[in-house]
């Protein structure tokens, strides 16, 4: 295991900044996923801390270690790709001694970490069938295995689940954490699906053209975004322009679009207008004595199982509500919501 360390480093298609001078730092047997859009450069960071292209400025380290003049294959690093590069003449078991061959292990070694991986990932009984012969998860856990066998120091993961369908994903994904927690190698995971991000991370970096806009654990990037961009790509949240214009019992008091709202900030009476973003869960219906009342119009009221997804018209602006399933909410009728002061953050 080691750490990994990226610094001030930039990567250039010709006149396309891919990578804007980045700097990174994981703890060694840290899991941590770059999250952002397609072509927002975390693919590119990946490849290159794998070896397979050279950072046009910056450095790379692995282990405290001077890497980025490192070849690919001495780099022990393992990639666990999206479309699985698996062999399609080869048996999963010669798929996954490939790099244990590659490594000029001794047979008896290779045998052992061949039969350990089967384990770790469940595979037995299928070790002589061929990759067309499998489902897409299991061509996943023959790809997984491959990569683990090696022993990496740095385990990297290329959106690995976006050919499997929604409930396999979230299967394989739960046995990837799981298997990470026990093997506690260092991970960095790649992937646009922000619910991945939040299920598996110890710690999210999010993207956005070339540049990190923020990086903290799950939570904190859901609870308190430091930005309008990361609050609107991790999940749905509502945000809103408002000027300070008061302050009362220890909080601010806001001037927006949809009416007055108090947020539990310091003092920022006289102060430029700031942004402020809320989740659609976080808001109630309005009952008396409670504070930060909008109302509204039901525009849609969409059932989703386990929640109604509400659109609701303020002053002429769309603002989201999530309830539970149960509540009785039909379009076209007015409804008064609030939304705790406490869950109200400032962005930036």
Known sequence: MADLQLVNMTKRYDDFVAVDDVSLAIEDGEFVTLLGPSGCGKTTILRTIAGFLRPDAGALYIGGRLATDIPANKRRTAMCFQSYALFPHMSVRENIRFGLRM???????QERRLSEAVDMVGLHGLESRRPAQLSGGQQQRVSLARAVATHPDILLFDEPLSNLDAKLREHVRVEIKELQRRLRTTS???????AEALMISD????????????????????????????ADFIGVANVIEGQPVASENGATVLETEIGRL???????????AVLVSWRPEEMVIFRDGMENRIDGVVRQSIFMGNLLDLFIEVKGRTIRAQMTGEARVTAGEPIALSVPRDRIHPLG
Request: zero cysteines.
């Open 103 to 109: 490594q000029k292990l001794p047979a008896d070694e």
């Open 188 to 194: 960095l995971y790649v992937t646009h699906d922000q």
């Open 203 to 230: 710690r999210i970096v999010v993207m956005n053209a070339g540049r990190i806009e923020q990086i903290g654990d799950p939570e904190t990037i859901y609870r308190r975004p430091s930005n309008s961009f990361v």
């Open 262 to 272: 108090s947020l539990s900030a310091a003092d920022r009476v006289g102060a430029d």
